[in-house]
């Protein structure tokens, strides 16, 4: 199962989060799941490096593990920007999420 683990402040802003694990759809190469949650996440990321001008702090291992960290503070018109992305990408994970409930859970803390 894919794990995503969303973080935010107490303003309700994305500071971050995680990912972890591997869905077990189908077989390495194959497994739609995966391709489609490792495609929405690596795609916001890259929107908010390419189109913002912060560098989140991103952790990646062979094993499926996935971490960025916003930095803090921004200026109010790029964070907005950055919450827009990300808060479009978690709406593409919750409707995989939805798709696929047995192999894709995202919790927010």
Known sequence: MIRIQVSRTVNGDISGFTMQ???????????????????VAFGSLNAVIALTPIEP???MEEDGFLECQLPY????????????????MIV????????????????FI
Do not use: N, W
């Open 21 to 39: 694990g591997h869905a077990q759809f189908a077989d390495k190469g194959e497994d739609i799941v995966c391709a489609g949650v490792s495609a």
């Open 92 to 107: 593409s994970l919750q409707t995989i999420e939805r798709e696929y409930p047995e192999f894709v859970k995202i919790k």
């Open 73 to 88: 503070p921004m200026e109010e018109e790029v964070k907005k920007q950055v919450q827009l992305l990300l808060e479009g």
């Open 57 to 59: 702090d991103i952790t």
